[in-house]
């Protein structure tokens, strides 16, 4: 059992590219969530999703999108990616019911 | 909107002390609230969970005070190893719309020293 993955686990892209990170659970987990984590600032919300087709904006959405055809994907793209958004990005999901969210081990994102 | 302050310096202990971290928070009082660790390049790990009704939790040698009036937690690890050095990160409940959101604390840094 995998539990919940991440894809790449490191990337390195240029200003204005498109780029897309993964996240896959195997648990069936209704919600996902999509956090990104720089020094000061913690663990900071960017979408999240209570089941497959329904996702709604976090803390910080300005400059991604997401998107969750099957429950148990929950893939994060930057579109035109900025060099303010080199982070490291952790996705996590929880089922309903209870409150403990799971994280995956986390994208290291640098943008050029 | 909902802040949390966590002490942003490192807390450096002996092994066998007592570790006491501290998380605050303005605003409302969350229904509950939750402590994860952080070991470097690794995604948070669930530890605790304690409730606006409760006044303490524990786990093992991990204990957690919420104290809602004060508008604090506090995180203690009892008999503390080397190996419980990692970043420990406080979350509050946020919750809106029906969904259960988290707010997370910048963390704290414990190094527990041999």
């Known amino acids: 059992d995998a539990g919940i993955t991440q894809s790449p686990r490191y990337k390195i892209t240029e200003t204005g590219r498109q780029v897309t990170l993964m996240c896959h659970q195997t648990?069936?987990?209704?919600?996902m969530f999509w956090y990104r984590q720089d020094l000061g600032h913690g663990l900071r919300l960017i979408y999240y999703s209570a089941a497959a087709d329904i996702t709604d904006k976090g803390e910080v959405p300005d400059g991604y999108v997401v998107s969750r055809s099957k429950t148990e994907n929950f893939p994060l793209t930057l579109e035109s990616a900025t060099r303010s958004q080199t982070s490291v990005y952790f996705c996590?999901?929880?089922?309903?019911?209870?409150?403990?969210?799971?994280f995956g081990p986390g994208t290291r994102l640098t943008v050029l | 909107s909902q802040k949390i302050e966590q002490n942003s310096e490192a807390l450096n202990i002996q092994e066998g002390k007592t570790a006491t971290l501290t998380c605050n928070y303005t605003n409302y009082s969350p229904a509950y609230l939750q402590w994860y660790r952080q070991d470097p390049g690794r995604g948070p790990v669930f530890l605790l969970l304690?409730?606006?009704?409760?006044k303490e939790k524990r786990k093992e040698r991990l204990k957690v005070t919420f104290d809602t009036t004060l508008k604090q937690s506090l995180f203690h690890i009892t008999a503390s190893q080397p190996a419980d050095s990692a970043t420990y990160l406080c979350a509050l409940d946020m919750s809106s719309g029906g969904y259960n959101k988290l707010i997370f604390g910048a963390g704290t840094r414990l190094a527990v020293h041999p």
């Open positions: 304690i409730r606006e009704n409760e």
């Open positions: 996590a999901s929880r089922t309903s019911g209870t409150d403990t969210q799971y």
């Open positions: 648990w069936s987990h209704s919600y």
